[in-house]
């Protein structure tokens, strides 16, 4: 029997908990009994664990009760959590633990839990999009890969937010008991068996401003009002009074990204929030934000948020 320990705290997200739990649980269905998952809680605190929505969890061990390690370790996430600092005595306990584990890993914003203890320098992690840049700042050593829905990393697994649990859980599943047992789980548990795309997808617009009474942030504000005409180097470095290559060094400087970035990011924010709105062909979407034609639109939106235009309108829109 594989041993699958998920470390809670108080504040935990219950999905980050839950949805990986009944994957494993429900694998169990499908496998000998000599080859079932043993499932168990460790808490960082002691007695029953309020999570962030009120439930109430029963962990069956404390951490100081947990010596023997399990053949997978996964720190689960929640809201407040990159802003929590645990006990000296328990990050230490799970550094011990993460060392020997055969695999172990974190669900959602888990990962900070993980790189408080102590994870590799250069280790290649995800997390929820909206902790991505804060775990990228305050662990620079870490490799944040924002837009994967999991990522593994030798004998590490990390996943995105709360529901990418139940993506991981199921890839290690496949790579326990082969893709048919993990198939027929995503069946039981009416999900996808491999979502397509990234978390871009499932992100708020994501478009970078600066100060608003800035050269830059006038340009900006001249592109989201001009999304169909020419937005190129030329034309924006004209509307800042700028060189091309003094605006192209101010505006990276002051937004972070170059400007032929910010158009694109901008032309997508707009085609996004147009196909969740309106039912207008994709050559007119692709018009009307900027793009060639509906072609160009297609391999912008496979490209930055690994789905077609099509299949973004049928998950989102109305």
């Known amino acids: 029997m594989k041993s699958v320990a998920i470390v809670v705290f108080p504040g935990v997200q219950s999905l980050d908990v839950s949805g990986p739990l009944d994957v494993f649980a429900e694998a169990n269905r499908f496998l000998l009994p ?6 168990e809680l460790i808490g960082l605190t002691r007695g029953a664990v309020p999570c962030s929505n009120g439930m109430l969890l029963a962990p069956q061990r404390h951490y100081t009760d947990a010596v023997d390690v399990p053949d997978l370790l996964l720190a689960a996430g929640g809201p407040g959590l990159p802003d929590i600092r645990e006990p000296d005595e328990a990050l230490a306990w799970l550094r ?11 669900i959602c914003n888990g990962v900070f839990l993980l790189a408080r203890a102590g994870l590799p320098p250069g280790a290649v992690v995800t997390t929820h999009w909206n902790d991505a840049q804060t775990l990228a700042a305050r662990y620079p050593d870490l490799q944040v890969q924002a837009d994967r829905l999991y990522a593994q990393d030798g004998r590490l697994h990390t996943s995105a937010g709360v529901t990418a649990g139940i993506d991981l859980a199921l890839y290690l599943v496949a790579q326990d008991h082969g893709p048919d047992v993990a198939l027929n789980v995503a069946k039981r548990l009416v999900v996808f068996m491999q979502r397509a795309g990234g978390q871009s997808q499932f992100s708020p617009f994501l478009t970078p401003f600066v100060e608003e009474t800035s050269a830059v942030a006038q340009v900006q504000q001249y592109v989201l009002g001009h999304l169909a005409d020419d937005l190129g180097l030329d034309a924006l470095a004209a509307q800042a009074h700028m060189s091309r290559r003094n605006f192209s060094r101010v505006f990276l400087r002051d937004a972070g990204v170059t400007p032929a970035d910010f158009v694109e990011s901008a032309r997508v924010d707009a085609a996004r929030a147009r196909l969740e709105r309106e039912s207008a062909p994709l050559k007119t979407v692709a018009f009307r934000c900027g793009f060639r034609d509906a ?4 391999e912008v939106f496979q490209r930055r948020l690994g789905v077609s235009p099509s299949e973004y309108r049928a998950r989102f829109g109305r």
Not at 34 to 39: C, D, K
């Open 34 to 39: 000599a080859q079932h998952y043993r499932l």
């Open 96 to 106: 011990e633990a993460c060392a020997k584990a055969p695999r172990y890993g974190s």
């Open 295 to 298: 072609r160009h639109l297609r």
